[in-house]
C-alpha cells in the first residue's frame, strides 16, 4: 500500500462532533490495521492504542476493543485470521467496487474514479493494489487530501456499513475498525439503507470478463495504469 504525492494537502473543515484531526487519526489507524498484518504494523502496536485513547469515545472504543485482540495475537494467527476474513469470503472483500460490480467490465469504471481523484490530488498510486482498497483510500483520506478522501468515503457508506454487518455477523473483531471509520461520516440515511438492502440482496456479480476499462485508463501514460 503506497501513495506516492506530487502536490501540497488540502485542509477543509470535519463534519459531526469530530475535528478534521480526529477524523484523520482514525483514518490513519485503521488504514494500518485493516491492511495485512505486517511485522512492522505489529511493532507499532503500542503507539497505536495510545493514539487511540487521545480520541473521542464514540472512535476511541471500537479501535481499542480490536487492539486488544490484535495485542494479544501470535502473528501467525493474525496472518491465518485476515486472509480467512478478507480473502475467503465474497461479502468480506475491503475492495468497495466489488460489492456492486464483482469482476464484470462495469468495475472498471468505477475503479477509474478512484484512481482520476488520487491523480488530482497530485498522487500516484502503486500497481500492487486496485484503488478501491480500503486501507489505501483511509491512508489517502487521512495524510493527502482530506476533502476528496472524506468524499470518497461518504459515497461509499452504505458498502462501509454492509461489510461491518458482514463482519460482525461471522463473529469477526474487524468489525469495530468500520463502526470507528463509519463513525468519522455522515450517519447513514434512508437512500442508505435502501443501497445496503439491495447490495445485501443482489451480492456481487459473478460474470468473470477482467478490468479491461480500468486497465485502457485514456487519461494514464500510454492509456495504461
Known amino acids: 500500500m503506497k501513495l506516492r504525492t506530487r502536490g501540497p494537502k488540502l485542509l477543509k473543515p470535519a463534519l459531526g462532533n469530530l ?20 511485522e512492522q504494523t505489529i511493532t507499532m502496536t503500542d503507539q ?36 480467512e476474513t478478507f480473502d475467503m469470503r465474497r461479502r468480506a472483500s475491503l475492495h468497495l467496487t466489488y460489492y456492486a460490480y464483482g469482476d464484470t467490465r462495469k468495475r472498471g469504471m468505477a475503479l477509474l474514479r478512484f484512481k482520476h481523484a488520487y491523480r488530482q490530488a497530485g498522487v500516484e498510486v502503486g500497481d500492487e493494489e486496485l ?8 491512508e489517502f483520506a487521512a495524510t493527502v487530501d482530506h476533502a476528496h478522501g472524506q468524499r470518497l468515503l461518504g459515497e461509499n457508506v452504505p458498502v462501509l456499513e454492509l461489510l461491518r454487518l458482514s463482519l460482525q455477523d461471522n463473529g469477526s473483531v474487524y468489525a469495530n475498525l468500520l463502526t470507528a471509520v463509519l463513525a468519522t461520516l455522515p450517519p447513514i440515511n434512508t437512500a442508505d439503507r435502501r443501497r445496503i438492502a439491495e447490495l445485501a440482496a443482489q451480492g456481487p456479480p459473478e460474470e468473470e470478463v477482467g478490468l479491461e476499462p ?12
Open 19 to 38: 475535528s478534521e484531526t480526529d477524523q484523520q487519526l482514525v483514518w490513519r489507524i485503521v488504514a494500518l490495521l485493516l491492511d495485512y498484518p505486517s
Open 48 to 83: 497505536l492504542s495510545a493514539a487511540a485513547t487521545q480520541l473521542p469515545d464514540e472512535v476511541s472504543q471500537p479501535v481499542l476493543t480490536f487492539m486488544s485482540h490484535f495485542c494479544d495475537a501470535d502473528p501467525l494467527q493474525l496472518a491465518a485470521q485476515y486472509v
Open 131 to 138: 484503488p478501491d482498497y480500503l486501507p489505501l483510500l483511509l
Open 214 to 225: 480500468f486497465a485502457m485508463d485514456p487519461l494514464g501514460p500510454g492509456g495504461r495504469r
